[in-house]
């Protein structure tokens, strides 16, 4: 199976801020990496796919990048409703995997 | 649009069996894979496995063979997650998902969830 590891678990940021969250795969997924949102209570949301490519009604001040193993979710402009916990997810084979989640919190 | 509504709370306890549905609408429902996901409360996301209404087609992680049974019902739209032979530790929110395009292995759209706690 593909261990997707994610850094960091908890991260505090200010509004307007930017944040960077990374993820790392055991071995090569070749760009087959989502990320989601998911906000107290709710059930997750796609943002992002193909590592880099915007969910249709997703804002652009997320954005994704990587490949091979090491990948990267940016927040920029950090606005009250990003508040939530994201999760990579690899799906270049069977089991589809997620990392363990980085809760984001206001500073 | 694409919505999936899942059955409400169940209490369950130990031995016994749960079955949780999850009805689709607003797409062909045969022509997409249905998948289930497990999520403890304040801990991450597991993925159990999927199942394609088309042909009934299914494939269970390895974690949940024996545990999870998936079914679909297509006159109604509907996928079904049978657990069995519940423990404390199968407590947890269960989600169902819709792939994203075909042949994506996304999970483009959510159920609400369906809260399974198992106690005596």
Redesign the interface.
Known sequence: DIQMTQSPSFLSASLGNSITITCHASQNIKGWLAWYQQKSGNAPELLIYKASSLQSGVPSRFSGSGSGTDYILTISNLQPEDIATYYCQHYQSFPLTFGGGTKLELK | QVQLQQSGAELAKPGTSVKLSCKASGYTFTSYYI?WVKQRPGQ????IGYIYPGNGGT?Y??KFKGKATFTADTSSSTAYMLLGSLTPEDSAYY?C?RQ?LPG?????Y????TLVTVSS
């Open positions: 998948y991450g996301l597991e993925w494939y992680s390895e989600f998902a994203g994506s292995w996304l999970f483009a959510w159920g609400q969830g």
